[in-house]
């Protein structure tokens, strides 16, 4: 499995924006890296995906260095609403489509 | 749109007692997944199904988690003979397509929270 390190926490203020990082120098050239989120006492939800470029939807961008080893998930503007716990996956081919949690980045925001 | 759900939302169990969690994924969706998320941990994968096929069951912590999903919608997780480190939150999600695709989104429910007294 490719393995992930993402800090254990990190705090931002309100209307700021937000960078959370995460290294996953295992992962190979085929593999996605995916995004979620768990908001407190819910299920995860979806961020976003991306492979090599650079990604942008609604709710955040996603940039992924050249190497492939790591990525930042950019919140532009953090919202109370934010305050969650992020998950980076990596989505590996022969994985039968499971996706494999670490511990994720608990972020508070401040208003 | 409808998302996925479960219930019951919460059980308490006594030691030793069957219990029984529904899914109900989003309609359509082929791939249907069960994870077991402990107290301050990321969800770990239970059991995969594409339609009625159970095609993982690798991490089923024992033989007394049993999943199904007969009719390849409605999907049931049974734990028999529920011990005290089978309390936690157990998610089911959805996705649209077949689970080998390292695009597709997963459609997570609230979780039903298990509690073995």
């Known amino acids: 499995d490719a393995k992930t390190t993402q800090p254990n926490s990190m705090e931002s203020n309100e209307e700021e924006p937000v960078h959370l990082p995460c290294n996953h120098s295992?992962?190979?050239?085929?593999?996605?890296i995916h995004w979620y989120r768990q908001l407190p006492s819910q299920g995860p939800e979806y961020v976003i995906h991306?492979?090599?470029s650079n990604v942008n939807n609604r709710m955040a961008s996603l940039a992924i260095a050249e190497d492939r080893k790591s990525s930042t998930l950019i919140l532009h503007r953090a919202t109370l609403r934010d305050a969650a716990v992020y998950y980076c996956?990596?989505?590996?081919?022969?994985?039968?489509?499971?996706?494999?949690f670490g511990q994720g980045t608990e972020l508070s925001v401040k208003p | 749109g409808a998302g996925v759900s479960q219930s019951p939302r919460y059980k308490v169990a006594k030691r030793g007692q069957d219990v029984a969690l529904r899914c109900d994924p989003i309609?359509?969706?082929?791939?249907l997944f069960w994870y077991q998320q402990a107290l301050g941990q990321g969800p770990e994968f239970l059991t995969y199904f594409q339609n009625e096929a159970q095609l993982d069951k690798s991490g089923l912590p024992s033989d007394r988690f049993f999943a199904e999903r007969p009719e390849g919608s409605v999907s049931t997780l049974k734990i028999q003979r529920t011990q005290q480190e089978d309390s936690a939150v157990y998610l089911c999600a959805s996705s649209k397509s077949g689970g080998t695709s390292r695009t597709d989104t997963q459609y997570f429910g609230p979780g039903t929270r298990l509690t073995v007294l």
């Open positions: 309609s359509g969706h082929v791939s």
């Open positions: 295992t992962i190979s050239g085929t593999d996605y």
């Open positions: 991306g492979l090599t």
């Open positions: 996956i990596p989505r590996v081919y022969n994985q039968g489509g499971k996706l494999i």
